[in-house]
């Protein structure tokens, strides 16, 4: 929350940490530009020496967790009787490990 005090000072309360992983793979628009990452149009997160590549490395990521989250969403529609959703893919395995791994390591 954003305050202004009678002085003209601004003041941010109840803010929590965000990883910036969590805020590229599950934030907003995400646009590559140079060596940096620019999610929603304003908030920019340089990559480092990998530059491009690695800015489209975190966006190629980010469609791939879309696609594993959408086939488990569809699964869970299309749920059988019993419960069994089916065996998830090795892909969606792999794409979820990489994704776990990112996170756990910020």
Do not use: P
Request: charged residues 30%; negative net charge.
């Amino acid at each position: 929350t954003l305050f202004r005090s009678q002085r003209n000072e601004s003041f941010l309360s109840e803010v929590n940490f965000v990883s910036r992983y969590a805020l590229l793979l599950f934030g907003g628009d995400v646009d590559v530009c140079d060596n940096a990452i620019v999610l929603d149009g304003w908030l920019k997160f340089k990559v480092g020496d990998k530059g491009q590549t690695g800015a489209i490395l975190i966006q190629e990521l980010r469609k791939e967790l879309d696609i594993v989250m959408t086939k488990h969403i569809m699964a869970e529609e299309t749920e059988g009787e019993n419960g069994d959703i089916g065996v998830i893919e090795k892909e969606c395995i792999d794409v979820m490990e990489v994704v776990r791994t990112l996170l756990l390591d910020e």
